[in-house]
């Protein structure tokens, strides 16, 4: 029977799981009076149904026989010794007990759909379950959970809601709970929600009830092995040869920059692909939440920092790692995200010898940022007068680019602004470079284009004298 694999004990009679019926909340078009001004349908492309009727029945088919299979293998598998088992004779046992398990029950399926049944059992056994496939997708970014029957993913920029579910919430409790014990945290009602790194370095979120109220939400930025490059953006189209050169002048003549943008916008993209300017000779910080900077050159010293433990122990903050960077004779520091009281450290080190030092924050525009640092630096405690923050923010920041992911889902470097200094109690800014936008083509996808300002750089000369020589005409105002 179950070979080696199997546990001691007999096997439970198995109840076929009743099929969960799909929410199906299409609403009804509402009609609108005559006389009405006409509004725009709202998108709710998401509540339709997707897939044939025959093809969703076999998925739902194809569904059960599958939670069947899987508490069968849970109930009965000895899962300690399949730890150890080679990936190849685990496919192996797996396939041999699905058919064993398929002919006792009279279950007939095609090549197709066993070789598929086979492929999931594996992956709820070894791996994360229905995430398991998405994990390996390469066209998914992000995978985001919301209560175990819908699961969306983000490509190319745009959500869609994909047909994996989990069987319920006890399911996805526990790939959550593989996931986070495999980093020594736990979640649970008194401790409901957690960070943690996959194995493959992806950051992983997730929230469990009773705070998320209609199951647990997972949220998963899939890490790429190859990071876009400055060359993958520009032929994307974030950002233009123009702003590249431009960028690595500043990078390299050591301007201090922040990376600004929302959530999911890019900036650890950016801020990634902008260090690939840094000299190869220089030693370089990194301080990140969750690593998931690549840095290419030699000298790296990576520090990730930790929340407190489940008894408020053990925390080292960024803050905490930033001060000690500070001791390790960095050339350069990068801090994957900036949001607390590391802000203050932040700011000191690049006005003080750390110059090229680079960070993000989550804001809308270059003034947005600004305004984001001096409430950072007042949440601190820090109790100063609001003109000596801004015009430590004003000697310490040089420049700010603004990531942005827009409706069509391109994410794009929607501006450059350069800091130049205070007028009065305001600090100076100036903005080099945009992303203009025109309009919207009828299937929804942005019209724009680059542009200068007209405005030259308050580096320029910084940028002569150390051998980045910008020809003056990347500063002229037409379209890119
Ligand atoms: N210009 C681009 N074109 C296509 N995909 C991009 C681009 N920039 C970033 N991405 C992809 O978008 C996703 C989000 O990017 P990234 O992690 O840099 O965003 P972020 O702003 O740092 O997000 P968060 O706020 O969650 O930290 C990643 O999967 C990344 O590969
Ligand atoms: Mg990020």
Redesign the pocket.
């Known amino acids: 029977m179950f070979s080696r694999y199997k546990k001691p004990s007999d096997a439970q009679p198995v109840q076929t799981p009743a099929p969960t019926p799909k929410a199906d909340t299409a609403a009804a078009p509402t009609a609108s009076a005559a006389n009405a001004v006409a509004r725009k349908p709202v998108n709710k492309k998401f509540a339709e149904t997707t897939g044939s009727d025959r093809d969703r029945k076999r998925k739902e088919r194809l569904g059960e026989i599958k939670l069947e299979l899987h508490r069968e293998l849970l109930e009965n598998l000895n899962l300690a010794a399949l730890e150890n088992a080679a990936e190849a004779e685990l496919r192996t046992e797996i396939s041999a007990i699905a058919s064993e398990v398929l002919e006792a029950k009279n279950i007939v399926l095609n090549r197709e759909d066993r070789s598929q049944l086979n492929k999931e059992l594996y992956d709820e056994v070894t791996g994360l379950g229905p995430l398991e496939a998405l994990l390996q997708d390469e066209t998914v ?2 995978i985001l959970v919301n209560g175990p029957q819908q699961i969306f993913v983000e490509r190319d ?1 745009k959500l869609e809601i994909s047909d994996i579910t989990f069987k319920d919430e006890k399911h996805l409790m526990r790939i959550i709970d593989k996931i986070v014990s495999a980093v020594g945290r736990r979640v649970d009602e008194s401790n409901p929600y957690v960070d943690a790194r996959l194995a493959d370095g992806s950051r992983f979120n997730a929230m469990v009830p009773p705070i998320a109220v209609d199951g647990s939400l997972v949220s998963i ?2 890490f ?1 092995k190859d990071k ?1 490059g400055i060359d993958d ?1 520009v032929n ?1 189209g ?1 950002f233009t040869e123009e702003m590249a050169a431009f960028l690595q002048a500043a990078v390299s003549t050591r301007l201090n920059i922040i990376v600004s ?1 929302g ?7 950016t801020l990634n692909a902008l260090s690939s300017f840094i000299d190869d000779a220089e030693r370089i910080l990194t301080i990140e939440d969750t690593a998931e900077l690549q840095l290419q050159q030699t000298h790296v010293g990576r520090m990730e920092s930790r929340p407190p433990n489940v008894e408020g122990k053990g925390e080292v903050s960024p803050r905490d790692c930033l001060k000690n960077a500070l001791r390790m004779r960095p050339d350069r520091i990068i801090v994957g ?1 900036t949001r607390g009281a590391e802000v203050i450290d932040m700011l000191q080190a690049m006005n003080t010898g750390h110059d090229g030092s680079m960070t ?1 924050i989550h804001a809308n525009s270059a003034r947005d940022g600004v305004s984001r640092l001096e409430n950072m630096i007042a949440m601190a405690g820090i109790e100063m007068p609001i003109k000596a923050v801004r015009s430590q923010i004003s000697s310490a920041v040089n420049l700010i680019v603004q ?1 942005s992911r827009l409706q069509d889902g391109s ?1 794009r470097m929607t501006s450059i602004t350069e800091i130049t200094g205070m007028e009065g109690d305001v600090i100076s800014m100036q903005e080099l470079f945009r992303f203009q936008r025109v309009g919207l083509t009828p299937d929804n996808k942005i019209i724009g284009h680059y542009t200068a300002t007209g405005v030259r750089s308050h580096y320029s000369e910084r940028f002569r004298l150390w051998g980045f020589d910008l020809p003056a005409s990347i500063y002229d105002p037409t379209k890119m």
């Open positions: 970014n992000d920029g930025r899939k790429k876009l953006l994307f974030a943008g959530t999911g916008s890019g900036k650890t993209t995200e993000t990531a994410r």
